[in-house]
Nanobody
Framework: QVQLVESGGGLVQAGGSLRLSCAAS????????MAWYRQAAGKQRELVAI???????NYADSVKGRFTISRSYANNTVYLQMNNLKPEDTAIYYC?????????????WGQGTQVTVSS
């Protein structure tokens, strides 16, 4: 298994930036994919951005051009750079990883980090 710990959330004004980090307790090199999801109050959890093992990235239409997902194998960390933030980006952001550890395929989640964007 792997533990995921998010950080970097906080309160920011509209138009500002934040960088979220998700540190994994084990190597992320062999993971199938890592992703960021978010869940706003009263809404379902939604995919924000995903990066595959081959480095392909995909984004929700609502964040394209503003958010960038990246990873560091050296630090076993995935990042989400969020620019030009909008009030509608307010949510709890969760890190997700899918892959094989010790012969078992699993889907893992972090505890979440709150992002609040004020207008």
């Amino acid at each position: 298994q792997v533990q995921l710990v998010e950080s970097g959330g906080g309160l920011v004004q509209a138009g500002g930036s934040l960088r979220l980090s998700c540190a994994a307790s084990r190597s992320i090199f062999n993971l199938e994919a890592m992703a960021w999801y978010r869940q706003a109050a009263g809404k379902q959890r939604e995919l924000v951005a995903i990066i595959s093992s081959g480095g392909t990235t995909n984004y929700a239409d609502s964040v394209k051009g503003r958010f960038t997902i990246s990873r560091s194998y050296a630090n076993n960390t995935v990042y989400l750079q969020m620019n030009n933030l909008k009030p509608e980006d307010t949510a709890i952001y969760y890190c997700n990883a899918e892959g094989w550890y010790s012969g078992t395929f699993g889907r893992y989640w972090g505890q979440g980090t709150q992002v609040t964007v004020s207008s």
